[in-house]
Nanobody, 132 residues
Framework: QVQPVQSGGGSVQAGGSLILSCEVS????????MGWFHQVPGKEREGEGV????????????QYANYVKGRFTASRDNAKNTVFLQMNNLTQDDTGIYYC?????????????????????WGQGTQVTVSS
């Protein structure tokens, strides 16, 4: 029943910033996982996500892939049931389609997994293009 709805992204020069958003459509309950996954142009979607967001009531738990630590930051708007991903210091390696996904299971005390196999409902994808 739940479905992620994505917006944001766009085009930027290297070193610039973009914002992605993922809004949850439907009722996921008070405990679920959200993740973002990167598909490099011409390649399959990465098996490991960029970030996972664990939501347990009002609590939010973030896990970041190593290559985005210090550059990307997620935040949550509880009232709007939306998670934002602030992407800073972008490089050409960040170019591609970013998919938001939701899992109703998988949240642990340490957060949510980054593995794509843990997620059930997938968004339509949002394009990010980083130029030289």
């Amino acid at each position: 029943q739940v479905q992620p709805v994505q917006s944001g992204g766009g085009s930027v020069q290297a070193g610039g910033s973009l914002i992605l958003s993922c809004e949850v459509s439907g009722d996921p309950g008070n405990k679920f996982c959200m993740g973002w996954f990167h598909q490099v142009p011409g390649k399959e979607r990465e098996g490991e996500g960029v970030i996972s967001v664990g939501i347990r009531g009002g609590g939010t738990y973030y896990q970041y892939a190593n290559y985005v630590k210090g550059r990307f930051t997620a935040s949550r708007d509880n009232a709007k049931n939306t998670v934002f991903l602030q992407m800073n210091n972008l490089t050409q390696d960040d170019t591609g389609i970013y998919y938001c996904a939701i899992a109703l299971r998988g949240l642990t005390l340490s957060g949510c997994p980054l593995s794509s196999t843990s997620y059930d409902s997938w968004g339509q994808g949002t394009q990010v293009t980083v130029s030289s």
